[in-house]
C-alpha cells in the first residue's frame, strides 16, 4: 500500500541487456520455448492476436515485447511508454494497442518498432484495454474516464461518471459499453450517447471485466469473488475464488468459461453456467497480473510477479512444462486473524516486510518507521517523492491512507486509495510497526 513509485527507470536498465540477448535469439533460432521470458518487471499485460500466431506482453519495465508464440522467441522489443505498460489489447492484422502508466496510448504496426501513432489519452495511468467491432477499440483509467477510439486512434466518445479509478472496461455484445470501478459500480452505456448509464452497485470494489456472447457481464471483485450481472442490469449472482482481491481476468472465446487470477497467483477457472470452478491452475506464488485465452481456446497465458509468461493447458489446468515454487510460505500466515494483516494483504504483492525481502515494484517497508521518504536503499524514486520531506510514523502512515495518496504525496504514481476506518488505520499501522521491526 506505501507504493509511492514503481521504479520504471530501474527495470528499464536492467531490460535494455535483456532486450539484446532476446533479439540475438530470435535471429539465431532459439528451440521452442514453453515459457515466454525476457521481461526486468513483473507483466502487467498480455494480448494474443486473432490469428494465434503473435502476442504482445508489456511490464513494469516500461517496455512492450512482441512474440511468435510458435517459437517463443522475442521478435521485438518496444518502447513508447514512460512507465508501466499496463495494458495491451490486439486490433487485427498483426496491430497491438498498448496503453501506460503515462496515461498514453501507443498504437503498434504488425512490423517494425515504431508506433504508428502516440495519444495522450487519459489523465492518470491507463490500465485496460478492449477491442471492438470494425477495429475500434477502448481504454480505462485512474483519471476516473473511458474513452472509445477509432482504429486510427482517434476519440469517439468520452464516458465520465466513476468516483476514482476505473480499472475494467468491455464492449457489448448489442453495442455500447461497460465500465468496472474501484467505487464499487459497474456502468452500463447504451450505443446512443443521449442514454444515461445503468448504474449497478456491488458489495466490493471491481477490477477487470468482461461480457460473454450472450451479453452476461463478470466482473472481478477485491472482495476475491467473480460477480455475474446480466446484460440489463440484474445481479445474476457470485462465485467466490480466493480470500484476496482478484486482480486478472480473462474470458474464453466461447464465452463459457471465465480465468481470474489473484494476488497469490493461483488462477481458477470457471464454467459460465454453472458457476463451479473446473479448475485451478497452481503457479510459483506470485501475483498474476495477467491473463489471455489462445484464439482457438486451448491454452491461457499468466504473467504475474516472476516476470515471465506461463502457457497452460485450459482443459486440463496444466501447466505447460514445471512450475518451479518461488514466494515460498505466506508471509502474512504468522499474523493470522489480525485485522491490520487483512488490510494490508493486497499491498503483499508490491511491498516486502523483512530484512531479506527487498524491494519489488514498491520499496521494502522493513524498518520504515523512522525513515525519511524516499530513502529505501537501491530503489530509485520519482524526483517529486525525493523532494518531500516526510519521516514515516504511525501519524503520517494514518494520514496517507485518511486523505489519499495524491493529496498527501504530490506527484506520486502509487494508486489512488483511502482506508476510511479510523479502527482498520490503527490496525494497519500496528501491524507494520511489529511486521517491520528491525530484527
Not at 504496426?109 to 477491442?131: D, K, Q, S, Y
Not at 486482480?247 to 459460465?272: M, N, Q, W, Y
Not at 508490491?350 to 525513515?371: K, V
Amino acid at each position: 500500500m506505501i507504493r509511492p513509485d514503481h521504479a520504471p527507470r530501474r527495470f528499464a536498465r536492467a531490460m535494455r541487456g535483456l532486450a539484446a540477448l532476446f533479439l540475438t535469439l530470435s535471429l539465431t533460432g532459439a528451440p521452442e520455448a514453453q515459457e515466454l521470458r525476457g521481461h526486468g518487471g513483473p507483466v502487467r499485460a498480455i494480448a494474443v492476436d486473432p490469428a494465434g500466431e503473435v502476442a504482445l506482453t508489456g511490464s513494469f519495465d516500461t517496455s512492450a515485447i512482441r512474440w511468435r508464440l510458435a517459437s517463443g522467441v522475442a521478435e521485438a522489443v518496444l518502447r513508447a511508454h514512460d512507465g508501466s505498460v499496463n495494458a495491451a489489447v490486439a486490433l487485427g492484422e498483426g496491430r497491438f494497442a498498448t496503453g501506460g502508466e503515462d496515461g498514453r496510448i501507443a498504437i503498434w504496426p504488425a512490423a517494425g518498432r515504431t508506433p504508428e501513432r502516440v495519444i495522450v489519452a487519459h489523465e492518470a495511468p491507463i490500465v485496460a484495454l478492449t477491442a471492438g467491432p470494425d477495429g475500434t477499440f477502448a481504454s480505462a483509467a485512474w483519471d476516473g474516464t473511458a474513452a472509445l477510439w477509432s482504429p486510427q486512434g482517434e476519440e469517439r466518445r468520452r464516458l465520465g461518471g466513476h468516483q476514482g479509478n476505473v480499472n475494467g472496461v468491455a464492449f457489448m455484445p448489442a453495442g455500447g459499453l461497460v465500465t468496472s470501478g474501484y467505487d464499487a459500480t459497474l456502468r452500463l452505456w447504451p450505443q446512443d450517447p443521449a442514454r444515461p448509464p445503468v448504474v449497478v452497485t456491488l458489495p466490493t470494489p471491481l477490477n477487470g471485466v468482461v461480457v460473454a456472447p450472450d451479453g452476461e457481464i463478470v466482473v472481478a471483485g477485491a472482495d476475491g469473488k467473480l460477480h455475474f450481472v446480466s446484460a440489463t442490469g440484474e445481479v445474476l449472482g457470485e462465485r467466490e475464488v480466493g480470500p484476496t482481491p482478484l486482480i486478472a481476468l480473462a474470458l474464453s472465446p466461447d464465452g463459457k468459461r471465465v480465468a481470474a487470477g489473484g494476488i497469490r497467483g493461483d488462477v481458477a477457472i470457471v464454467e459460465r453456467s454453472t458457476r463451479a470452478v473446473v479448475a485451478t491452475l497452481v503457479g510459483p506464488g506470485l501475483p498474476v497480473w495477467s491473463l489471455a485465452f489462445s484464439p482457438d481456446g486451448g491454452e491461457i497465458y499468466s504473467g504475474g510477479g516472476d516476470r515471465m509468461v506461463r502457457r497452460w493447458d485450459a482443459r486440463t489446468g496444466e501447466h505447460i512444462g514445471a512450475v518451479i515454487p518461488q514466494a515460498g510460505e505466506d508471509p502474512l500466515a504468522a499474523f493470522s486473524g489480525e485485522r491490520g494483516a487483512e488490510v494490508f494483504r493486497a499491498c503483499a504483492a508490491c511491498h516486502t516486510l523483512t530484512p531479506d525481502g527487498g524491494n519489488r515494484a514498491g520499496p521494502t517497508l522493513y524498518g520504515i518507521f523512522g525513515r525519511r521518504i524516499a530513502s529505501a536503499p537501491g530503489y530509485d524514486y520519482s524526483p517529486a517523492l525525493r523532494a518531500l520531506s516526510i519521516v514515516w510514523s504511525g501519524q503520517t502512515i494514518a494520514r496517507l491512507f485518511e486523505i489519499g495518496p495524491n493529496a498527501y504525496l504530490p506527484g506520486t504514481k502509487m494508486p489512488e486509495q483511502r482506508v476510511t476506518s479510523e479502527a482498520d488505520r490503527q490496525a494497519l499501522v500496528d501491524f507494520l510497526r511489529k511486521a517491520t521491526a528491525p530484527r
